[in-house]
């Protein structure tokens, strides 16, 4: 586990979790994510290129109806601050044919987003828990999730 | 039951890109490879989510363990995926 991990609450900002969004598809869902990033003021928006160019050599679908899109290790230079969001997406996203509830950008020069990415996962290794991320309402909700006392 | 402990060198830690490329490697040796952090915690290496729930650190140590036909090989080439930096490429 990082140690130099940062409180969930300061990097995923409550006005970051947006739980009501709709997109046309994967790429359209990867710039509203990085629009999210851009208002949270974490990148340049050049830094969304590079979530589309990283998206496009490897995907970042990680299962259970979660990607989890990012930039390239080039496109660090354009992030000022670590920063994660959550679009919910109420109807399924085709993300590379799968369906795509919840996308979490990640902009990050460090490695404090970590400790939370794997709690992320243990969510989703949890059927139960996958589902309740999937289908939260609250920003409550996905606090409660992601700051699980496992992490 | 083999097993290799190796420190992890990809400069990110074992997440995001290197996690994914290394439970793929480990799903296609076919050989049920357990995959351990240095706190204890073990999952199926081949399990993308399993591998990103152990929040593997840079020149953080784990440890491999393979059973039955082709284990040594599965570990042996396992091994030289965790001691590659593969966020670099």
Redesign the interface.
Known sequence: ??ENQTPLTELLAESSIRLDASASGRDDAIRQTGQALLDAGAIDASYIDAMLERENS?S?Y???GVA?P?GT?KGKDSVKQDALVLLRFPEPVDWDGNPVSVAVGIAAKG?GH??I??????V??DPEKAEALRTATSSDQVYALLADEDA | MPERTVTVASS??L???PA??FAQAAAKTGVTVTLTSA?GKSVNAA?????????I??GEEVTLAAEGDGADAALDELVSVLETDL?KE
């Open positions: 586990m990082a490897v970042t990680m299962g259970e989890i990012h290790l490695n970590i400790a990415l794997s709690q992320l996962a243990t989703l290794l | 990110v830690g997440h995001a890109r994914s490329l706190a399990s993308i989510l399993g591998v990103l729930s152990l929040g650190g840079s966020d």
